[in-house]
């Protein structure tokens, strides 16, 4: 299976700063058909996983532009331009290049 | 609009059996893949299983032996079975629907499971 590496584990911000999260993947996740099925998925407390990005870069509907994910092959990269109060939570990377699907331990949005 | 909600017993004894339902609306279950993905209390996520828009499966390898995953398009559900319940078990059961370009666009709310005797 498809190990995917999330650092840092933790991540401590002030409001409006910009923060990265790491993904790292054991094997390449470009697919045969040039995809790269890799998302980004934010679970607030309490509340089921949400879809943030697909495609590596590609914003779901509704999600603000202060979010952008880019990589290639096997590191990949979610940048948040200016925290805000709603962004607190567990951010995890999520594979479907290859079967079976696989997350990354999540990295935790914390204020400082 | 498209909704997923999970349903099951909350708590199980060791050596049973796990039965889940996900009830779906919004959508048809022979048009979309609808997997099941658990989460250990304070753990990451882990995939479950799949059961495709043709009606076949497939199952996460460490799980294959003691998972079922079926549905009943009348009745827009999928079930979940799962035997031989381990402590290591007790998590929260989300069922998500796969859309375009392989993505879980839709979860539905959870039910948490324990398993303790």
């Known amino acids: 299976d498809v190990v995917l590496t999330q650092t840092p584990p933790t991540l401590l911000a002030t409001i409006g700063q ?10 390449s996740l ?13 679970q607030r407390t309490g509340q089921s996983p949400q879809p943030l990005i697909y495609l590596v870069s590609k914003l779901e509907s509704g999600v603000p532009n202060r979010f952008s994910g880019s990589g290639s092959g096997t590191d990949f990269t979610l940048k948040i331009s200016g925290v805000e109060a709603e962004d607190l939570g567990v951010y995890y990377c999520m594979q479907f290049t290859h079967y079976p699907p696989t997350f990354g331990g999540g990295t935790k949005l914390e204020l400082k | 609009q498209v909704q997923l909600k999970e349903s099951g ?4 004894k ?12 919004g959508f048809s279950l022979t048009s979309y893949h609808v997997s099941w993905v658990r989460q250990p209390p304070g753990k990451g996520l882990e995939w479950m299983g799949v059961i495709w828009g043709d009606g076949s499966t497939a199952y996460n390898s460490a799980l294959k032996s003691r998972l079922s995953i079926s549905r009943d398009t009348s009745k827009s559900q999928v079930f979940l079975k799962m035997s031989s319940l381990k402590t290591e078990d007790t998590a929260t059961y989300y069922c998500a629907r796969e859309v ?14 324990t398993v303790s005797s």
């Open chain 1, 18 to 27: 910009s923060v990265s999260i790491s993904c790292r993947s054991s094997q």
């Open chain 1, 30 to 42: 470009l697919h045969s058909n040039g995809n790269t099925y890799l998302n980004w998925l934010l």
């Open chain 2, 9 to 12: 017993p909350g708590l199980v």
């Open chain 2, 14 to 25: 060791p050596s049973e059996t796990l039965s889940l339902t996900c009830t779906v609306s």
């Open chain 2, 100 to 113: 375009s370009y392989l993505r879980f666009a839709y979860w539905g709310q959870g039910t948490l499971v």
